[in-house]
């Protein structure tokens, strides 16, 4: 066994948090010799019951789980974190305007950043899932300054696996012929599923599907899924969610199973492709050295650029509207 990796998880007796922590505890994310620190983070009223989640996890008695402590406190909960999995955050309620929505997390992210920055361990890797998870992990970057800016990412993994998902289908080929499939923008409805550069089975993808398909049924359907399967299950993605954020964390450590393929990853901006510096904003992305680097040079015509400009307006919008909250 190796030295065991401490993974903080915040909404850790949420949805997520149930379904994400025993995969973690039967090595799916580190592997079957690296031993993991387990922190639950939790708002103070739901301590409880993490603490009778952690009580599970100790009954799923896993031979890599090296510790389970449960707290309200992000100070406790980041100390030493290799890993931080921000998924706990304030869900939009009926008649909730947008600034009460992004004020009140970033009274969540600010601080959660703030307490990374101080305690967290010198490779921390940061992983925002609660929404809107770009301009989240915008506002805790903001409040980590000491933390390299590669670190900061937002899940855009399950609309990355929903795309490949939907073009496995359209073509009748199984998943893994599926190469080079990007979500560029927002982790939202004006998200840009593009398949330009995709290829199925070695041929390109455009070819084989047509392009009023990719350009209108294709990009609604996965921009749209997480609302159809809250329509159809009574409840939003969880454990889909939890598969994303396990395939994330892994393929950045062990690399992809192809590597002249990509996935697509959230990331702080450096100004590539045109997308202004600093804004969290999804790309096409290879793990390089443990970190996600930005696979460069890629043509975009027309109607790509002006989807992925739709969705980094939305981006700007926000970030305006937590810079007028005073939240970065
Ligand atoms: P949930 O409501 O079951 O769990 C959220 C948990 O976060 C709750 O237990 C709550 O007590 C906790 N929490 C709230 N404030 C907290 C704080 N300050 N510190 C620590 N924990 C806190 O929700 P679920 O289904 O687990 O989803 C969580 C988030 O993930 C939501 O914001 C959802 O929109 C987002 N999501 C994002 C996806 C993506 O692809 N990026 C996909 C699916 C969900």
Redesign the pocket.
């Known amino acids: 066994l190796t030295k065991p990796a401490t993974l903080t998880l915040?909404?850790?007796?949420?949805?997520?948090?149930y379904s994400l922590l025993f995969r973690v505890a039967a090595g799916e994310v580190f592997g079957p010799h690296t031993p993991v620190r387990l922190r639950m983070?939790?708002?103070p009223?739901?301590v409880r019951?993490?603490a009778g989640v952690a009580m599970e996890l100790q009954d799923a008695a896993s031979p890599l789980v090296a510790g389970i402590e449960v707290t309200?406190d992000?100070r406790v909960a980041f100390e030493g974190a290799n890993h931080a999995i921000l998924?706990?955050?304030?869900?939009r309620s009926a008649g909730m305007e947008r600034s009460d929505l992004l004020a009140s997390n970033g009274a969540?992210f600010g601080p959660?950043g703030r307490a990374i920055n101080d305690v967290a361990a010198d490779d921390v890797r940061v992983l925002?899932?609660?929404?809107p998870?770009n301009t989240n992990a915008m506002i805790a970057a903001a409040h980590a300054p000491d933390v390299p800016r590669d670190r900061f990412t937002?899940?855009?993994?399950?609309?990355h696996n929903r795309a490949l998902a939907q073009l496995a289908a359209r073509t009748s080929v199984n998943v893994r012929e599926i190469k080079r499939v990007t979500i560029w923008g927002n982790?939202s409805r004006t998200q840009y599923p593009d398949v330009r550069h995709a290829t199925v089975a070695g041929r390109p993808a455009l070819e084989m599907v047509g392009a009023e398909w990719a350009d209108g049924v294709f990009i609604e359907t996965v921009a749209q899924r997480?609302a159809a399967i809250i329509e159809a299950r009574g409840?939003?993605?969880?454990a889909s969610?939890a598969t994303?954020i396990i395939d994330h964390v892994r393929d950045r450590r062990f690399g992809l199973a192809d590597p002249t393929d990509w996935t697509s990853t959230a990331l702080i901006s450096d100004g590539s492709y045109g997308v202004p510096e600093g804004l969290v904003c999804s790309y096409p992305v290879r793990p390089v050295d443990g970190r996600w680097a930005i696979v460069p040079d890629l043509e975009l015509d027309e109607f790509s650029r002006a989807r992925i400009d739709a969705s980094v307006s939305e981006l700007l919008e926000e970030r305006a509207a937590v810079a007028a909250l005073g939240l970065i």
Do not use: C, F, K, Y
């Open positions: 915040s909404g850790a007796a949420g949805q997520i948090g983070l939790e708002a009223q739901a019951a993490a309200a992000p998924v706990g955050a304030r869900p969540i959660q925002v899932i609660g929404n998870a937002a899940l855009t993994r399950l609309d982790h997480g409840g939003s993605s969880v969610t994303a």
